[in-house]
């Protein structure tokens, strides 16, 4: 199982970016999908999930909701995270997380919001 993130980078305040997670290993249809970050000197926090049944049910944050969007491509097996406006607390590490019975963690990519 590996899951390598890609995407991340330094954006002005109120731009976009949008994050991959190519998964291997297993299939992102058949599993929960979820996205964190960590701040310097924070917590990793939560920030979105897909659900793996049907059409994936998504649920976020309340400090993204509205700005983020996870979705995923079965056929590419990848889940992104499209983030929107942008805001130099966005800043963090954003790493993509797969529970099967083990919980896997990719290596993460860097977003730096400033201007």
């Known amino acids: 199982v590996q899951l390598v993130e890609s995407g991340g980078g330094l954006v002005q305040p109120g731009g976009s970016l949008r994050l991959s997670c190519a998964a291997s290993?297993?299939?992102?249809?058949?599993?929960?999908m979820r996205w964190y970050r960590q701040a310097p000197g924070k917590e990793r926090e939560w920030v979105a999930t897909?659900?793996?049944?049907?059409?994936?049910?998504?649920y976020y944050a309340d400090s993204v909701k509205g700005r983020f969007t996870i979705s995923r491509d079965n056929g590419k097996n990848t889940v992104y995270l499209q983030i929107n406006t942008l805001k130099p607390e966005d800043t963090s590490v954003y790493y993509c997380?797969?529970?099967?019975?083990?919980?896997?963690w990719g290596h993460g990519t860097q977003v730096t919001v400033s201007s």
């Open positions: 897909i659900n793996r049944l049907g059409a994936g049910l998504t």
């Open positions: 290993g297993f299939a992102v249809s058949s599993y929960n």
């Open positions: 997380n797969a529970v099967l019975g083990d919980e896997y």
